[in-house]
């Protein structure tokens, strides 16, 4: 079975990610950046147009913190996060469903890039599904917590501990690689799964959207605050 029928969310992220990828690479071939560089290295001219800036989120461009998501500096970027939303997903969407799995991966990016917003340098572009991905950790860290099933014991939960602590240390360790993102994405995350593991089962359609609601509505709450509030960055 093809991964786009098994995991049709999953393989759409993936996909979009990719064609994103290729379209800014076209955009730096018709600028006269030779093809073999602009696969491996994507142009940073370009890239900040819909890259994550907090100063010109404070401007009122919010729609950044969408776009970065699906942004990538260069093909091992890319190349690593598809991987990890790969097994993450395969997980994530079977276990979740299909509409949580996605409402909890673009919430979980929102996140991250909220974090930077507060966190992050003011006027440094960032890119990357990284804060999206570690949403998708930490939702199934929270689900399993609040299910009962956490434990060391578990292999699922202790090799995702690992690796969490894994990209913790090379986030702290690798230059041009922050953990703010990557932290406001694993938080959005954690909240989302807590919140959907009593929902995963009901019937109760209004009962479902609770974790989306609530997710949403604190991101929404975050980013008016930012951008109104003197010494958050925003424009008050």
Do not use: C
């Amino acid at each position: 079975m093809l991964a786009s029928d098994r995991l049709p969310v999953t393989a759409s992220l993936i996909a979009a990610n990719v064609v994103v990828y290729l379209g800014v690479s076209s955009l730096a071939a018709a600028a006269g950046v030779p093809w073999n560089v602009a696969l491996v290295n994507q142009l940073g001219a370009v890239l900040e147009e819909g890259a994550l800036v907090p100063a010109l989120v404070a401007q009122g461009e919010a729609w950044r913190l969408l776009t970065s998501i699906f942004l990538h500096s260069g093909l091992i970027h890319l190349a690593f996060n598809m991987v990890a939303l790969y097994f993450l997903g395969s997980f994530a969407e079977t276990a979740f469903g299909r509409w949580r799995f996605l409402s909890l991966y673009v919430l979980s990016g929102l996140s991250g890039g909220i974090a930077y917003l507060y966190f992050g340098t003011f006027d440094q572009p960032a890119v990357g599904a990284s804060g999206a991905i570690f949403g998708l950790l930490g939702s199934i860290l929270g689900y399993a917590l609040r299910r009962g099933t956490f434990s060391w014991q578990n292999p699922l939960i202790r090799q995702l501990l690992i690796l969490l602590a894994l990209n913790i240390y090379l986030g702290v360790s690798i230059a041009n690689i922050s953990n703010t993102a990557h932290m406001g994405g694993l938080a959005g995350g954690f909240v989302f799964g807590r919140l959907m593991a009593p929902t995963v089962y009901s019937r109760k359609k209004l009962r479902a959207l609770t974790p989306l609601v609530v997710v949403l509505g604190a991101e929404l709450v975050l980013l008016v605050l930012w951008l109104v509030l003197p010494g958050l960055g925003g424009i008050g």
